[in-house]
């Protein structure tokens, strides 16, 4: 069966060959695969000399201590830990976020709202991007915790996440930033941009699913309240038997993916004009993502005077996301578009578009082709 064309790296990339080469070391008896908390012999000496090898790798592309990496199995714990982690010994009672970040930041939000916090959710402007002027101007005295993702995965508009933090600092409050979206992509600096913590997962920049980390400012300290508890793993902040296969994955993942990120930025946006180049042929094509501040691999488009999921349908030999969750009776608009106040039509028939490590130019010109082809047919003489 032919396989259609992966233009879906937002959701998930394959893992590079180079990182489950690496990976597969430590799995077998003739590997590394030993227990890293296992101090009595040189099997778990091995994995935990393994174990924070990597950690040293992922703390150094983003300006860290090592000892403030925090192993996970992704974002979404990422983002559970850090939120819930810091509301749980907290006397503040109020968090700031926006109305479309990730369902693991918002969906933990709801939850504490639950518990008797207070959420502010900001609605950012026509393309999601989050100013820190409206960050500032929704800080209270008992604001706890600001949580605005860095690039957002539907749209691809970049936040300016530097500003918020440093505004926050001086507000001294938290700032969390989700940067599944970003890490590897973008320059982060957790230091000089003022994030005291930040998320992300190995399964978006070629490693593998199931892995990801939390960056805790050490200093000064922040206070975290563990989601697994049972041995006092990650410095008390959580517990289980580190999965050494999969921190090396990461490892290897992140320093490859920030050795080669500005010229990979490079490619991937010429990439995207040549995609547009194609899809801007057609009439009544709007870009959703933000004209100036995006991420070059993720690109939304709507396409008004089509039906949405009979487009996504006819688009079978292209694997893309639409932002619509389809149930038998319905198909409703993303959330994020309906909070951009997206004209419904156009929210139905909006489909993202995300290029990768592995994407072609032929590739990007068939699925430009392709896409034009179809909503021409489906739109009629």
Known sequence: MQLPVYLDYAATSPVDPRVAEKMSRSLLVTGNFGNPASRSHAYGWQAEEAVEAARVQVANTINADPREIVWTSGATESDNLAIKGAAEYADKKHIITSMIEHKAVLDTCAYLETKGFEVTYLRGDNHGRVAAADVAAALREDTLLVSVMHVNNELGTINNVAEIGHMCKENNVIFHTDAAQSYGKLEIDVKAMGIDMLSVSAHKIYGPKGMGFL???????????????GGGHEMGMRS?????????????????IHEHMHEEQVRLSSLRHRFLSHIQQLPGVTINSHPEYNLPSIVNVGFADVDGETLLLALDDLAVSSGSACTSASVEPSYVLRALDVPEAVAHASLRFSFGRFSTEEEIDHAGRRTCEVVGRLRGP
């Open 215 to 229: 960056y805790v400012r050490r200093e000064p300290p922040l206070r975290i309240a563990p989601l697994i508890h």
């Open 240 to 256: 289980g038997t580190l999965a050494t296969h999969q921190i090396v994955g990461l490892g290897e993942a992140a320093e490859l």
